[in-house]
């Protein structure tokens, strides 16, 4: 698990064809690996893969061709900035939310505005998942944990102030661009509890207890 707070940014140093996968080398910069093992997860643009080879300022990865089929790290090239985070600790600070590094889909950057300071960005997402994204909620979007400000349809907006924008992949990207999107898992388990006809049933006296009606 991972929080989607990017810990560095990195650099796709080679990607590797390989009887139908990808062994992708990063450089990871100034991200510490004193604490990472062989076998170890590392979350690159959003998706968790698995340490196979370790240096000490970069590892290298394979990709498997399903992972490649529903994200963008197929679509990478030498020098690629990438987004990285190590996998979460349980005495780790959850500065965002509870990412599992299992990318749901691919969007697209459909536009970004000065907003003050900060900036407005506007994706749009395939049908199968933009149901799960609502206004307040959460979404990780290439490894980072965003807040979502509105939605129409399946478009939705964030909000990314000056610190995000600088030290995430976030400047190295323009409308146009795919990035990879993971929903929030809370908002999966509540569907499947809800197809499955076993969410209890809460009665207007609890609604009325807890102020909800």
């Given at each position: 698990?991972?929080?989607?707070?990017?810990?560095?940014?990195?650099r796709?140093?080679r990607?590797?064809?390989?009887?139908g996968?990808?062994r992708?080398?990063?450089?990871?910069?100034?991200?510490?690996?004193?604490?990472?093992?062989?076998?170890?997860?590392?979350?690159v643009?959003?998706?968790c893969?698995?340490?196979?080879?370790?240096?000490?300022?970069?590892?290298?990865?394979?990709?498997?061709?399903?992972?490649l089929?529903?994200t963008?790290?197929?679509k990478?090239?030498?020098?690629?900035?990438?987004?990285?985070?190590?996998?979460?600790?349980?005495?780790?600070?959850?500065?965002?939310?509870?990412?599992?590094?299992?990318?749901?889909?691919?969007?697209?950057?459909?536009?970004?505005?000065?907003?003050?300071?900060?900036?407005?960005?506007?994706?749009?997402?395939?049908?199968?998942?933009?149901?799960?994204?609502?206004?307040?909620?959460?979404?990780?979007?290439?490894?980072?944990?965003?807040?979502?400000?509105?939605?129409?349809?399946?478009?939705?907006?964030?909000?990314?102030?000056?610190?995000?924008?600088?030290?995430?992949?976030?400047?190295?990207?323009?409308?146009?661009?795919a990035?990879?999107?993971?929903?929030?898992?809370?908002?999966?388990?509540?569907?499947?509890?809800?197809a499955?006809?076993?969410?209890?049933?809460?009665?207007?006296?609890?609604l009325?207890?807890?102020?909800?009606?």
């Amino acid at each position: 698990m991972f929080t989607g707070i990017i810990q560095s940014v990195g650099r796709v140093v080679r990607l590797e064809p390989r009887g139908g996968d990808v062994r992708l080398a990063v450089d990871t910069g100034d991200l510490d690996l004193a604490d990472v093992q062989l076998g170890d997860s590392i979350a690159v643009s959003g998706v968790c893969l698995t340490a196979i080879t370790l240096e000490p300022h970069g590892f290298s990865a394979d990709v498997s061709n399903e992972t490649l089929s529903l994200t963008t790290l197929g679509k990478l090239k030498a020098g690629d900035p990438v987004n990285l985070e190590k996998a979460l600790r349980l005495a780790d600070r959850l500065g965002g939310h509870l990412v599992s590094g299992h990318v749901d889909g691919i969007g697209k950057v459909i536009a970004i505005t000065p907003d003050g300071r900060s900036q407005r960005w506007t994706f749009e997402v395939p049908a199968a998942i933009s149901r799960y994204i609502a206004a307040k909620g959460s979404v990780c979007i290439d490894g980072t944990s965003l807040t979502v400000n509105e939605v129409a349809g399946h478009r939705f907006g964030v909000n990314l102030i000056p610190h995000t924008v600088e030290h995430t992949a976030f400047h190295a990207r323009r409308v146009g661009d795919a990035v990879n999107i993971e929903v929030d898992v809370i908002a999966r388990y509540v569907e499947r509890l809800l197809a499955s006809g076993e969410a209890p049933k809460l009665d207007e006296a609890f609604l009325k207890q807890h102020g909800f009606a």
